[in-house]
């Protein structure tokens, strides 16, 4: 359903990345991190690596409102953690 939506134009669907260094090249450049999931227990309870890449790179993160997330993302100071790029 996604590829057919009028939006996807928009969106760089990069499929599976497998290379570090591809993924921080790519964070880097990024506008926001998107991690968005079912309110199931089993991914309320999760800590998805993704949260940690996206404000490693100190990104603004668009995430499902877990409590245990809200708390990391508010009060962790992810500025200081950020990627610098090497380019």
Known sequence: RALGHVAWS?????GRLTSREEIKKILINSRAGFLVLKPVKHEMVSWPIKLFEYMSAGIPVIASDFSHWRKIIEEVDFHDMRIESQA
């Open 10 to 14: 928009k969106v760089d669907f990069r």
